[in-house]
Antibody, heavy 118, light 111 residues
């Protein structure tokens, strides 16, 4: 059974970098044919894809956030990470990691609420 | 502003059939299959429909979906109280580079 678990700080200061990690079990990032991505959901709003790492280890990003987002992978720990730079209150929300293939995601993490506030 | 457009709300009584629409463009729904997610309060989205009209194992056949041109729809037959949730359509958008787009979500209320 594939499982994903987000971890990281629940509170980030404005202008700082939001850094989250997704730990994967039940699948290997180094041998998987799937993509591994980050999706967020502001309070009371819809879902927004941020970026993903493809099966070749190459990242790709939502064009609207590309300058602020970095997705990276640590195959030795079977984890992938999200860095979102220069955050503002508008970046507050629940952040999900997911395994997907062209946007078909059967496996999601439970989500992590991140609040941007001083 | 979401790339795909859904009505913000829908409602029905138990036993009814409810349909939720999703409108996109040539670069997303018009070129690729559509996926639907169900999200109960406080939980992660659950894949409900993939590849436009396929149900993952465990999803009742009361849920069905279709696509025509740049629009798609999700139908829920025999509405039940535990169908009350937010529903999101999603698709791959070809654009300049491929990326994953969602609708704004439809909150379904079972009256």
């Amino acid at each position: 059974q594939v499982q994903l678990q987000e971890s990281g700080p629940g509170l980030v200061q404005p202008s700082e970098t939001l850094s989250l990690t997704c730990t994967v079990s039940g699948d290997s990032l180094s041998g998987s044919t799937y993509n591994w991505g980050w999706i967020r959901q502001p309070p009371g709003k819809g879902l927004e894809w941020l970026g993903s790492m493809n099966y070749n280890g190459s990242p790709y990003y939502n064009p609207s956030l590309k300058s602020r987002v970095v997705v990276s992978v640590d195959t030795s720990k079977n984890q992938f990470s999200l860095d979102l730079k220069s955050v503002t209150a508008a970046d507050t929300g629940v952040y999900f990691c997911a395994r997907h293939h062209l946007g078909i995601a059967a496996y999601w993490g439970q989500g992590l609420l991140v609040t941007v506030s001083s | 502003q979401s790339v795909l457009t859904q009505p913000p709300s829908a409602s029905g009584t138990p036993g009814q059939t409810v349909t939720i629409s999703c409108s996109g463009s040539r670069s997303n729904i018009g070129s690729n299959t559509v996926n639907w997610y169900q999200q109960l309060p406080g939980t992660a989205p659950r894949l409900l429909i993939y590849a436009t009209n396929q149900r993952p194992s465990g999803v009742p056949d009361r849920f069905s979906a279709s696509k025509s041109g740049t629009s798609a729809s999700l139908a829920i037959a025999g509405l039940q109280s535990d169908d009350e949730a937010d529903y999101y359509c999603a698709a791959w958008d070809d654009g300049l580079i491929g990326f994953w787009v969602f609708g704004g979500g439809t909150k379904l209320t079972v009256l």
